[in-house]
C-alpha cells in the first residue's frame, strides 16, 4: 500500500433533527475509506445516501459526528488548504478572468506574482485553454469553465483532490472530452482523488476502485477493484474494453436498477 493520503476511520455523521418530533438525520454510517497515494476511487450511490456528506468532512467543511478523518496522517479539524474541491458548479469568480481565477488560490498563499503567472498559464495550457486566459467565466462555454475550474484545483497542488459530480452539468460528448483532459492531468500530476459520480461509466473509465454506498445511512457495500482494466490514464481507450460493460452490469446489480418490471423483461 502507497502511503495513506486520505483516511475516513469509522466515520459517522448525524445531522440534528428539523422540527418538533422530528428524528436526526444519519447521512452516513460508521464509513471507513483509505486512499493512497496517486489512487483515483470513485463513490457511487442512490441520491441522498451522504455520498456529497462524506465529501464534506473530507474538506473539512463539516466533521464528523463520530470517527475521524486525516489528510496525511494529520487529523482534520476545519477547512484546510491541503484539500481542493471541484463541483458540479465551477464556482469561478465572475469577476475575475480565467488567468486570475486560476491565480487566486496561489494569490492567497502569497505566492509572487510571476511564479503564480506562469503555473497558473501553464495549467491552463494543459487544461487546453491556452489563449483563453483573458476571458471572463460568462465569455467561456460550460465544459471550458469546467476546465479552467480544474485549472484552479489543481494549481494550489492540492494533497487530495474532492470531486462532487464535477461533469454532471455538461453534455454527454463535452463531457468525455473532460474526462480524458482530466484522467490524464491528473496522471500527470500524480494526483489523489475522490470523484462522485452518478454516472457509472464514468466510475469504471476513470478510477482505480469503486467503492459502493447504499441508501441512507450510507455506508460502504461494495468496493470493486479495477486491476484487470489497463489505460486509466486514458478513458477513451479504457471505455471500449468490454470488461466495462461487465463492471457497469455489477454495479447497476449493486445499486438495483435491475429491480422493475421492466428491466426484468428485457
Ligand atoms: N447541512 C445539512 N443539514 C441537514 N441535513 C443534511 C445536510 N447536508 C445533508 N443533509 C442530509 O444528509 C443526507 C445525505 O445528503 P447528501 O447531500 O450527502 O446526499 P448525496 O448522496 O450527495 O445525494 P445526491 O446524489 O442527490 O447528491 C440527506 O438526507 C440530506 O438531507
Ligand atoms: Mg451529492
Redesign the pocket.
Known amino acids: 500500500m502507497p502511503d495513506l493520503r486520505i483516511e475516513f476511520r469509522n466515520v459517522t455523521k448525524r ?1 440534528p433533527p428539523r422540527g418538533a418530533g422530528a428524528q436526526p ?1 444519519v ?1 452516513v454510517q460508521n464509513v471507513s475509506v483509505s486512499i493512497g497515494d496517486g489512487e483515483i476511487v470513485a463513490l457511487i ?1 442512490p ?7 462524506l465529501l464534506n468532512m473530507g474538506s473539512g467543511l463539516y466533521l464528523p459526528s463520530d470517527g475521524e478523518v486525516r489528510i496525511d496522517g494529520q487529523l482534520v479539524s476545519g477547512p484546510n488548504p491541503q484539500v481542493a474541491f471541484m463541483l458540479q458548479k465551477d464556482l469561478l469568480l465572475p469577476w475575475r478572468t480565467i488567468q486570475q481565477n486560476a491565480e487566486f488560490g496561489l494569490e492567497v498563499r502569497g505566492m509572487p506574482a510571476r511564479e503564480r503567472r506562469e503555473r497558473a498559464k501553464a495549467l491552463l495550457a494543459k487544461c487546453h485553454l491556452a489563449g483563453f486566459e483573458n476571458h471572463y467565466p460568462h465569455q467561456l462555454s460550460g465544459g471550458m469553465r469546467q476546465r479552467a475550474a480544474l485549472a484552479r484545483t489543481l494549481a494550489v497542488d492540492p494533497v487530495v483532490l474532492l470531486m462532487d459530480e464535477p461533469f454532471s452539468a455538461l453534455d454527454a460528448q463535452t463531457k468525455m472530452v473532460l474526462q480524458q483532459d482530466l484522467a490524464r492531468t491528473l496522471a500527470a500530476e500524480k494526483k489523489t482523488a475522490l470523484l462522485i459520480t ?1 454516472d457509472l461509466v464514468e466510475s469504471i473509465t476513470l478510477a482505480d476502485r469503486v467503492l459502493v454506498m447504499s441508501q ?1 445511512p ?1 455506508t460502504i457495500i461494495e468496493e470493486i477493484r479495477l486491476d484487470d482494466l489497463p489505460d486509466r490514464d486514458n478513458p477513451m481507450v479504457r471505455r471500449s474494453r468490454p470488461r466495462v460493460h461487465e463492471y457497469a452490469a455489477r454495479l447497476m446489480e449493486l445499486l438495483h436498477i435491475y429491480d422493475t418490471a421492466d428491466a426484468r423483461a428485457v
Open positions: 445531522f438525520v447521512a450511490g441520491s441522498g445516501c451522504g455520498k456529497s456528506t452518478h441512507r450510507g
